[in-house]
């Protein structure tokens, strides 16, 4: 799977379960941009593991803070 149908995915997740009308980009801040809080990122993590059918282990969100560090951490999992 390439970046660019990661970033479609993790766009589509936003979408549909967090903010219809986020501009979700590379640089797009997870917490300052997209505003998720404790309960979204989790969202997040849940819709995101099930849309690529990956497993995440604990620890895994270290230095994740834009959409681009989630995608190339999606890319190390296998999506």
């Not at 404790?38 to 282990?57: K, N």
């Amino acid at each position: 799977m390439t970046d660019d149908e990661i970033l479609h995915g993790i766009r589509a997740v936003v979408h549909r379960h967090l903010d219809p009308e986020a501009h979700v980009e590379p640089g797009t801040l997870l917490v300052e941009d997209l505003g998720l809080d404790s309960l979204g990122l989790l969202t997040l993590v849940v819709e995101v593991e099930d849309r690529f059918r990956i497993c995440l282990a604990e620890g895994d969100e270290t230095g994740v803070v834009t959409v681009a560090d989630l995608v190339r951490l999606l890319r190390r999992r296998g999506a």
